[in-house]
């Protein structure tokens, strides 16, 4: 672990390769699980404020729950996640020709017609945040769809930190990013082998 400013950062962010590959992963990270996203409580209310520009966007299934449920639950550990459908999909899941899984908030944000209303947790995978008394612990959780990732990621020489510049910095600033970005070309310089 290294530390940045009040974050403790786990070596696998530095060291791994790793770069989204959804032609073959298909964005299985969106409807593989037994729980939605985790969401902060500004992003509910975001996604709240936001709900009547969001919902044309989604499969009228998912229209459906958000009108019944809303956009967020509490799962049975006592997490703010968002809504599912079936036990499995999102409800800003969408699909795309050959089943290839879109985030509806992050389409529509690249397009300009929302706000970034991606909740940070899915932004920031295969990163996962852990708040303890005065520093948020910041690791790399490892899960077998991402192979292809890291696959990726190693042919095009990106380590998990670059590809991750964008949430990253939305999420700890840029200030926060420059020096993340320093350290790991030292540590990289100092050992070759990773």
Known sequence: MLQIQNTLVSLDLIERFFHCDLDKCLGECCVEGDAGAPLLPEEEQALKDNIERILPLLSPRAQELVREQGPAYTDSEGDLVTSILDGRDCVFTTYAPGGKCLCALEKAYREGTLPQLKPI????????????????????HKWKICRCAETLGRSRGIRAYEFLKEP???????????????????WLKSHPEK
């Open 121 to 140: 947790s899915c932004h920031l995978y295969p990163v996962r945040l852990k708040e303890y008394d005065g520093f948020t612990a910041v690791n790399c």
């Open 168 to 186: 990253l910095t939305r999420r700890f600033g840029a200030e926060w990013y420059s020096e993340l970005e320093l350290t790991a070309r030292e």
